[in-house]
């Protein structure tokens, strides 16, 4: 099956302090690639959708100059966490997705819990 | 507005069966697929659903009914590993998926 991998798989950080997590499609080009965020005992929360080349989606609520995505190619994105705060503590969890259209299983990568200090 | 129900939590028996339900309104409807998420790591898929009917996959099951905006997810010959969140999510005219806040599954011996 298709592979995804993040890293790093937890980081502890200073507030104010920028953050950047990576998600790579191993095995598969990805054309488009989607980061969550994961409270405890919720459920997961689409951040942005992002496709290969082009500027991310944000969803609503979510802003863009705090969370910056990069999908600099069909294998990689990456979301960085700037001026991270306490608050910003989560689990964030990117997946990938082989095509869009009907059938469009999306590819988990492990997770990355970041703790802001 | 968009909306997936599912039940909060759920406990079952080593070795039974136990029935997982969701239902949904959404704006259009491209599929349906229920992830198992253990707790602290990330979701794996379990089942697609687009068409009405049941389709089985050894121990688990999925269900579709698209005229009542309903799904199960059946699991048979429980097991203390099926332990875990089992998250309903549709996707959208938008092919947009749409999460359920996820059902946790508590398996007693």
């Known amino acids: 099956g298709a592979v995804v991998s993040q890293h790093p798989s937890w980081v502890i950080c200073k507030s104010g302090t920028s953050v950047k997590i990576e998600c790579r499609s191993l095995?598969?080009?990805?054309?488009?690639m989607f980061w969550y965020r994961q409270f405890p005992k919720q459920s997961l929360m689409l951040m942005a959708t992002?496709?290969?080349?082009?500027?991310?989606?944000?969803e609503q609520g979510v802003e863009k100059d705090k969370f910056l995505i990069n999908h600099a190619s069909l294998t990689l994105s990456t979301l960085t966490v700037t001026s991270a705060h306490p608050e910003d503590s989560s689990f964030y969890i990117c997946?990938?997705?082989?095509?869009?259209?009907?059938?469009?299983?999306?590819?988990f990568g492990p997770g990355t819990r970041l703790t802001v200090l | 507005g968009q909306n997936i129900d599912q039940p909060t939590e759920m406990t079952a028996t080593e070795g039974a069966i136990v029935q997982i339900n969701c239902t949904y309104q959404?704006?259009?409807?491209?599929?349906l697929f229920w992830y198992q998420q253990h707790a602290g790591e990330a979701p794996t898929f379990l089942s697609y659903?687009?068409l009405d009917g049941l389709e089985e996959k050894g121990r688990f099951s999925s269900f579709l009914s698209r005229s009542k905006g309903y799904s199960y997810l059946l699991l048979k010959e429980l097991q203390m590993k099926d332990s875990a969140s089992y998250l309903c999510?549709?996707?959208?005219?938008?092919?947009?998926?749409?999460w359920g806040a996820g059902t946790k599954l508590i398996i007693k011996p």
């Open positions: 999510a549709v996707k959208d005219s938008n092919y947009q998926l749409i």
């Open positions: 959404t704006s259009g409807f491209n599929g």
């Open positions: 659903n687009v």
């Open positions: 997946s990938a997705s082989l095509a869009s259209g009907d059938y469009n299983e999306q590819f």
């Open positions: 992002s496709n290969e080349g082009s500027k991310a989606t944000y």
């Open positions: 095995d598969f080009q990805a054309t488009t």
